[in-house]
C-alpha cells in the first residue's frame, strides 16, 4: 500500500521539492498552490493529483483532503508548506497585506490541521510537518510580521503535539534559514555577493522527510546550510516562587 501524501505551497520551491522526493520513494501525491499552473505541472512531473486553490480559505484545506481521499482511500502524511513573506510597515500599515500574510502563515496551517486530522486518523495514524522557519526561533527583526506568524507555528505544533500522538498523529515543524526558492528571490543577488550560504530547497526536502519520522512529537528541526538538521531545544520556564513547578516541556 502506498503512503499518500498532502503538500501545500506545492508548485515550486520547498513543497515541490518535497513532492518529488516523497514521489521517488513511491509515495502518491495530493498537492495544493494557488499558482493553477505551477500545480499542475508538478502534479504532472509526480503522477499526483492536484488542487488550485488559497490555502487562507478553510475550504481549500477540506477540498484538499476530501481530493485525496476520494482518489487515494486515505492519508499518511501532510506536509504545511504555503507561505509568503511579510514586508509589513508598521508605521505604513497595510491591513489587506498584513491580513493575507496572517491567513496564509497561520490559518493556513490551522485549517490544515483541523482537516488532516480525522482522515490520518481514519488512516490509522501519520505525520504532519509544518514549515515554520529560524524567525519561527528567534527575532528576526527585517520581517516582524513574518517572525510573528512563524512564531505562531512553532507554538501551534508544540501545543498539539501530546493530544495528537494520543490518535497516533506525530505533528512537527521545519525550521530552515534562508532557502533559494522564490520567496527570497527579490533578495537573493545580495545574499549571493555578500557570500551569505543559502539552502537549497532539496536540503530542506531531505529534512522534512526525516521530520516526518522523528518520533518525539512536537520537534523542531532547524535546517542550516552545511550542517545536519537538528532539534531545537528551550529552556525551562521558571515557576513561581515558593511554589511547585510545573514540568518544563521542550
Not at 492536484?50 to 487562507?56: F, Q
Not at 507554538?155 to 497516533?168: F, H, K, T
Not at 546550510?225 to 511554589?243: E, F, K, L, T
Request: hydrophobic fraction near 45%; aromatic fraction near 6%.
Amino acid at each position: 500500500m502506498s503512503t499518500v501524501a498532502l503538500i501545500t505551497g506545492a508548485a515550486s520551491g520547498i513543497g515541490a521539492a518535497v513532492a518529488r522526493r516523497l514521489s521517488s520513494g513511491g509515495a502518491k501525491c495530493v498537492l495544493v498552490d494557488r499558482d493553477g499552473e505551477g500545480v499542475e505541472r508538478v502534479a504532472k512531473e509526480v503522477e499526483g493529483a492536484w488542487l488550485a486553490a488559497d490555502v487562507s480559505t478553510e475550504e481549500a484545506s477540506l477540498e484538499a483532503v476530501a481530493l485525496a481521499e476520494q482518489r487515494y482511500g486515505r492519508l499518511d502524511l501532510v506536509h504545511l508548506n504555503a507561505g509568503i513573506s511579510g514586508g509589513v510597515d508598521l508605521a505604513n500599515f497595510d491591513l489587506e497585506r498584513y491580513r493575507a500574510i496572517v491567513g496564509v502563515n497561520v490559518d493556513g496551517v490551522v485549517f490544515g490541521v483541523r482537516a488532516s486530522v480525522p482522515l490520518l486518523a481514519r488512516s490509522g495514524g501519520g505525520a504532519i510537518v509544518a514549515t515554520s522557519s529560524l524567525a519561527g526561533l528567534v527575532a528576526f527583526s527585517g520581517d516582524p510580521i513574518y517572525t510573528m506568524t512563524k512564531h505562531a507555528v512553532v507554538g501551534l505544533v508544540r501545543a498539539l503535539a501530546e493530544p495528537l500522538s494520543q490518535q497516533n498523529i506525530r505533528i512537527n515543524a521545519v525550521c530552515p534559514g534562508f532557502t533559494d526558492t522564490p520567496l527570497v528571490a527579490a533578495a537573493r543577488e545580495m545574499f549571493v555577493d555578500a557570500g551569505f550560504p543559502l539552502l537549497t530547497a532539496e536540503d530542506v526536502a531531505a529534512a522534512v522527510e526525516s521530520a516526518f519520522y522523528t518520533e518525539t512529537p512536537g520537534t523542531l528541526l532547524v535546517v542550516q546550510p552545511g550542517r545536519q538538521p537538528v532539534p531545537y531545544r528551550y529552556s525551562g520556564v521558571p515557576g513561581p516562587a515558593g511554589g511547585q513547578r510545573p514540568p518544563a516541556s521542550d
